[in-house]
């Protein structure tokens, strides 16, 4: 057998294409997680006049989405965003737990909603939606002129205020999911 001795050239070339194909796959992984992964949201979202950005935090226990709407493209608050909603746990296969979306209402649709915010949490915890359309109906005729509207999906209740040109719109989980990790064994720790 005979030895051969690696000269000081070919040490660099083994290094280099090391180096290079190490980049090539670390890199491809970056490049398909920015390009083929992420980018069917926006595209989703771009599909849809109503929704003009959204933003995606990844936590612990859950997806956090933060959306901005058009107010004057949005006619059914629950027909806009439960197909979305669908379409981001089916890409990151995590529940969505928490909804927000970018508001500035008037002081009067905020003080509505503060007062609806208790038929809201009583729907949550009992699951009797009856009281919440009967507050719901006493505060759009108290209102006056108003558009006042709860939509019931499938794991959200979507709140819908609407007065001249002021809106008001919030997502709220449509159980309490407090109530479910308490009756699991408590709020610390992983899924209940």
């Not at 969505?96 to 508001?103: D, K, L, P, T, Y």
């Amino acid at each position: 057998m005979s030895r051969k001795n690696w000269s000081l050239r070919q040490i660099i070339i083994v290094a280099f294409v090391f180096l290079l194909t190490s980049g090539l796959l670390f890199g491809g992984g970056f490049l398909y997680e920015k390009l083929f992964r992420r980018n069917p949201l926006q595209k989703w979202v771009k599909t849809n006049a109503a929704i003009t950005g959204f933003q995606l935090q990844e936590q612990k226990e859950g997806l956090r989405l933060e959306l901005t709407l058009d107010p004057e493209q949005v006619d059914n608050l629950q027909v806009i965003l439960e197909p979305f909603l669908r379409e981001v746990m089916t890409r990151k296969q995590q529940p969505v737990q928490e909804v927000s979306i970018a508001n500035e209402p008037s002081p009067a649709l905020t003080e509505v909603y503060y007062q609806l915010s208790f038929a809201l949490a009583e729907a949550q915890a009992t699951g009797e939606y009856n009281t919440l359309y009967e507050i719901l109906q006493a505060l759009e005729t108290e209102a006056g002129e108003a558009d006042f509207r709860v939509y019931l999906g499938v794991d959200y209740l979507f709140v819908q205020l609407k007065k001249g040109n002021d809106s008001y719109y919030s997502v709220v989980p449509r159980t309490d999911h407090a109530q479910y990790m308490a009756l699991a064994g408590g709020t610390k720790g992983g899924r209940g």
